[in-house]
Nanobody, 126 residues
Framework: QVQLIESGGGLVQAGGSLRLSCAAS????????MGWFRQAPGKEREFAAG????????LYSDSVKGRFAISRDSAKNTVYLQMDSLKPEDTAVYYC???????????????????WGQGTQVTVSS
């Protein structure tokens, strides 16, 4: 059984940076597409960023494009989300997820992802 553990969240001022990590154990995720989603209070979970199985393709929501960068280290079985120029509206719980289906490209809908971590809180103060 895979476990996805997110870390790196915290409180940061607007304009600051954070780097989130999603470490997998129990099963390799290095050959599967991974995504970062976020959920703000009272809102639905939304796609933030995704990375393909090879790591050569990345996808971002319009709200984070140009400020966030997703990457992966297959040797460490870990996916990262570098978040720069943070805004108060980025405040949310951030989740990583894995898509076990290998026959399709990157997905942006949460129901396309099969396993989720517990999340890490990111709070951006103004």
């Amino acid at each position: 059984q895979v476990q996805l553990i997110e870390s790196g969240g915290g409180l940061v001022q607007a304009g600051g940076s954070l780097r989130l990590s999603c470490a997998a154990s129990g099963r390799t995720v290095s050959t599967y597409a991974m995504g970062w989603f976020r959920q703000a209070p009272g809102k639905e979970r939304e796609f933030a960023a995704g990375i393909s199985r090879s790591g050569s393709v990345t996808l971002y929501s319009d709200s984070v494009k140009g400020r966030f960068a997703i990457s992966r280290d297959s040797a460490k079985n870990t996916v990262y989300l570098q978040m720069d120029s943070l805004k108060p509206e980025d405040t949310a719980v951030y989740y990583c997820a894995v898509d076990w289906t290998t026959s399709r490209g990157l997905r942006t809908q949460s129901h396309d992802y099969d396993y989720w971590g517990q999340g890490t809180q990111v709070t951006v103060s103004s």
